[in-house]
């Protein structure tokens, strides 16, 4: 699978949004320690989480939609 960047943060490499060449989202961030992976609900094997900042989020939704606007 390909990955081409969306947005990160300019402070460090991670966290990071990546688009795969299927249009999916790939999120690389920090893990969550055991305690707090323990409360997700409806984990299945090989799936995970990560914490990402709020702002990142808007970051990427905001390149996500100029890049989808850019394609028209």
Same mark, same amino acid.
């Given at each position: 699978?390909?990955?081409? @960047? ?5 402070? /460090? /490499?991670? +966290? %990071?949004?990546?688009?795969?060449? *299927?249009? *999916?989202? &790939?999120?690389?961030?920090?893990? @969550? *320690? *055991?305690? %707090?992976?323990? #409360?997700? %609900?409806? &984990? @299945? +094997?090989? #799936? %995970?989480? &990560?914490?990402?900042? +709020?702002?990142? @989020?808007?970051?990427? !939704?905001?390149?996500?939609? =100029?890049? /989808?606007?850019? =394609? !028209?």
């Amino acid at each position: 699978m390909k990955l081409r @960047l969306l947005y990160g943060e300019s402070s /460090s /490499s991670c +966290p %990071t949004i990546y688009i795969a060449e *299927d249009g *999916d989202i &790939v999120v690389q961030g920090l893990r @969550l *320690d *055991d305690a %707090t992976e323990g #409360e997700l %609900t409806n &984990v @299945l +094997p090989g #799936e %995970t989480a &990560v914490k990402i900042s +709020p702002d990142l @989020l808007l970051g990427a !939704t905001a390149a996500y939609q =100029q890049r /989808s606007n850019h =394609q !028209t």
